[in-house]
């Protein structure tokens, strides 16, 4: 059944161009403009960008660091929340719970979000590695060497994996409040205060405010051991807090959708 549920519900959302464009896209198409912007603008303005070696695989780990971005919280949240909202707008879902399980639906869903979301968080590591390659280029020997490592790859997996981590429990978040209150707005609201307020409290409370249990700071320790050189227990501290995060939605999301009313929808 999942066959037929994956295309359709991929179909669903590459016809809503618009949803797939400020939901998707948005946030790693501007991710790759600053970069050119900036880099642009030092190379025309003081000849230069960097003198030094560019490590192209860790330079592109780094910039996956945009999924723990909060306004790009908001966008994904944005387009998630299109894709589970959708059958509750148009009163779809007594059409589809005859023919498939519940969790075939809610998985159907939530995989066609995660595989968009894997899709952006290509374009920014591409976009970073070709943006690196054409100012090393432009610049010749004076833009630094390009270097390319094992280690490095290995590094940019592990952080293309962190991210879509942290991106999936932002998913199951955002489908769980959906399924809740049949709301795309109240997700994308709540979706946006959880990062907000993370920001916030780090603020308040500094380091203090790492120990806590939410999903930014778990996704920010991991990132920190992968790329900075953080604490091997934070590291571990930060994965356990994403999957105990994403285990505990996911499955509350499942269970709350299995038991709602649609014959009606």
């Known amino acids: 059944m999942m066959k037929t549920l994956l295309p359709t519900e991929m179909l669903k959302l590459v016809r809503q161009p618009s949803t797939l464009f400020w939901g998707f896209l948005v946030v790693p198409l501007v991710s790759v403009l600053l970069k050119l912007v900036i880099e642009g603008f030092l190379v025309l303005r003081m000849g230069q960008r960097n003198s030094g070696d560019i490590d192209l695989f860790l330079s592109a780990a780094r910039s996956l660091s945009v999924s723990g971005n909060s306004l790009g919280h908001l966008l994904f949240a944005l387009g998630v929340a299109s894709v589970f909202f959708l059958e509750y707008r148009y009163a779809t879902w007594r059409l589809l719970v005859p023919r498939h399980s519940r969790s075939e639906l809610y998985a159907a869903k939530l995989f066609v979000c995660l595989i968009w979301l894997v899709l952006g968080l290509l374009v920014v590591a591409l976009g970073d590695m070709a943006l690196n390659l054409l100012f090393s280029i432009l610049k010749g020997q004076g833009g630094g060497t390009v270097l390319l490592s094992v280690g490095s790859f290995l590094s940019l997996l592990a952080a293309a994996g962190i991210a879509l981590l942290e991106l999936a429990v932002l998913a199951s978040f955002v489908a769980v409040i959906v399924i809740l209150f049949r709301s795309m707005i109240a997700a994308v609201l709540s979706a946006f205060l959880l990062a907000i307020g993370a920001t916030l409290l780090q603020l308040y409370l500094g380091t203090d405010a790492d120990r806590l249990p939410l999903p930014t700071y778990g996704a920010q320790a991991l990132r920190d051991w992968l790329l900075a050189?953080?604490?091997?227990?934070?590291?571990?501290?930060?994965?356990?807090?994403?999957?105990?995060?994403?285990?505990?939605?996911?499955?509350?999301?499942?269970?709350v959708f299995s038991r709602q009313q649609l014959a009606v929808e």
């Open 229 to 255: 050189g953080g604490s091997p227990v934070s590291g571990v501290f930060g994965f356990a807090v994403l999957v105990g995060w994403l285990v505990i939605l996911t499955g509350f999301g499942l269970g």
